[in-house]
């Protein structure tokens, strides 16, 4: 069901009206005598959209359970003005509120900011988005990580078939828009309906992977793995008989969740988890990140090569298996750092 601006609005102003009656100390027992315990205060700037779908009830009342109170941050006030934060969460688009957040970091080092704007950046371009992927060359007795072949294109449709020819990219190829702030994506047949793709954009071999990808949510170190279904695998017959592009609105809203499908093992088995603790652990540090979540595929025909075709950084936490309990206990040991 769409909600409309009016129930969305409604919605924030009831979960803010929820934390404004909340103290900002809580007295909790441990024993005797009563010891005052601090909360853990997470200021917020989210989209409607994104503060409805984390936000949801759940997580808000286990947070208050654990003493984490979430404040929203008005985005009319300056942001030094509010608080105090012990931990900043945040998903706005613009370098206005990137250099904002950046004037905050350098001014209140000892605030968690998730994630530092500049790191964020990195995976908003898709051009440079999984450079840390190709760079690390995984492969270990679990597996091989990789990424597909690609190409950018950043203007001019009728140069695109000529550019594919130079670079050697084979059909069918998947296009995204060069910025991933859309998940939309198409699939191209053949080589003259490149021309229709609107730059600027990156091409990517389509890898038959089965028609299952997995979506690998990380949460400072906790990992979780969730399965997808995905685009079908091309044969070359289909490839020879089909022509024209393709347009979806995104790679796993194709159908619902692959979780309870009966899957062949070949397919749905899941990645073996040493193989994605190590590439979690590794991106977190190259990418600068804490909070993101990798789409991985399983070439198809294969036991264990893998590809990384997206990253996405704080992605819908609120269809991850109890990210509620995850997230808050995250929160926590933020704090255990200082």
């Not at 129930?7 to 934390?19: A, F, K, L, P, S």
């Not at 040493?274 to 789409?295: I, M, Q, S, V, Y």
């Amino acid at each position: 069901m769409r909600m409309g601006g009016e129930n969305v609005v409604g919605y924030e102003r009831e979960v803010e009206e929820e934390e404004e009656e909340r103290e900002m100390e809580m007295v909790v027992a441990h024993g005797s005598p009563q010891q005052q315990m601090k909360l853990v205060v997470v200021g917020y700037a989210l989209t409607s959209k994104k503060t409805k779908s984390f936000l949801q009830p759940k997580l808000v009342g286990l947070a208050r359970n654990k003493g984490i109170l979430f404040v929203a941050i008005d985005q009319s006030r300056p942001l030094s003005d509010q608080g105090p934060f012990d931990i900043v969460l945040h998903k706005l688009s613009g370098s206005k509120w990137s250099r904002i957040l950046e004037d905050y970091r350098q001014t209140h080092p000892h605030v968690a900011v998730l994630d530092p704007p500049d790191a964020i950046q990195q995976v908003y371009n898709r051009q440079y988005m999984l450079e840390d992927v190709a760079d690390l060359n995984l492969s270990d007795s679990y597996g091989k990580v990789g990424v597909p072949r690609q190409l950018v294109i950043e203007k001019d449709p009728s140069s695109i078939s000529d550019a594919v020819d130079k670079a050697g990219l084979s059909l069918p190829l998947v296009a995204k828009p060069l910025v991933a702030k859309s998940h939309e994506l198409s699939l191209a047949y053949d080589m003259a309906s490149l021309q229709k793709l609107e730059p600027p954009l990156v091409l990517q071999e389509f890898i038959n992977h089965g028609g299952v990808l997995f979506k690998v949510f990380i949460v400072g170190e906790a990992v979780k793995v969730v399965r997808r279904f995905s685009l079908p695998d091309v044969s070359k017959r289909e490839l020879s008989n089909n022509a024209g592009v393709f347009h979806f609105p995104r790679v796993s809203c194709v159908a619902a969740s692959a979780e309870e499908a009966d899957l062949d093992p070949s397919v749905g088995e899941l990645p073996p988890w040493p193989l994605l603790e190590r590439l979690a652990r590794e991106l977190r540090r190259r990418l600068g990140l804490r909070l993101f979540n990798l789409d991985i595929i399983r070439e198809h025909g294969t036991k264990d090569h893998y590809y990384v075709i997206d990253i996405n950084y704080f992605p819908g936490y609120g269809k991850m298996p109890e990210y509620e309990h995850i997230f808050t206990d995250f929160l926590l040991s933020l704090m255990k750092q200082k």
